[in-house]
């Protein structure tokens, strides 16, 4: 089921203004956010436009989860984090997705939630994109997560 009026299903010029794709994974796409304020910071979107996580089917839900831990932990090898945060809004974008956020202590928003004010935002440059995902898609594989690099 697609929703015309979602990036997340019309992968418009909205969604390349927010988010790079990785890589496809089990139930899910796998997107780094342009705002690299916390290095590794990613978007997992589900396949399909659901607004619930109790609205999939149990097999689905599995890998779906299967696919945020398996990103979280090759997140956590690359990166190092404190603790990584996970976050379901969805209350402008409906269509599920989670954000998969490696915080650092005592950097920008340890202790509180992440946000998505201006003021915070880092970006790169696409060189620093690609050697980024280059990096993360390598962590998959060794994962046994990507069977190729695509
Ligand atoms: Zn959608």
């Known amino acids: 089921m697609e929703n015309r009026d979602c990036f997340y299903c019309s992968k418009d010029q909205a969604l390349e203004s927010l988010m790079i794709e990785i890589t496809k994974l089990n139930v899910s796409t796998l997107y780094l956010n342009k705002d690299q304020t916390h290095k590794g ?3 997992i979107a589900f396949d399909r436009h ?3 996580l109790f609205q999939l089917k149990q097999e689905e839900r599995y890998y779906f989860i299967e696919d945020i831990s398996n990103v979280a932990k090759v997140l956590d090898q690359l990166f190092h984090p404190d603790k ?3 976050a379901i809004y ?3 974008v409906s269509h599920l ?4 956020v490696p915080k650092v202590k005592d950097s920008p928003e340890w202790g509180e939630a992440f946000v998505n004010s201006p003021k915070s935002k880092k970006y790169l440059s696409q060189k620093n994109y690609d050697d980024l995902i280059h990096e993360i898609k390598i962590g998959l594989k060794q994962g046994g997560i990507l069977n190729g690099l695509t």
């Open 50 to 52: 659901v607004r619930e």
């Open 97 to 100: 997705h989670i954000h998969v």
């Open 90 to 92: 969805g209350d402008l």
């Open 84 to 86: 990584i945060n996970f």
């Open 41 to 43: 910071r990613c978007i």
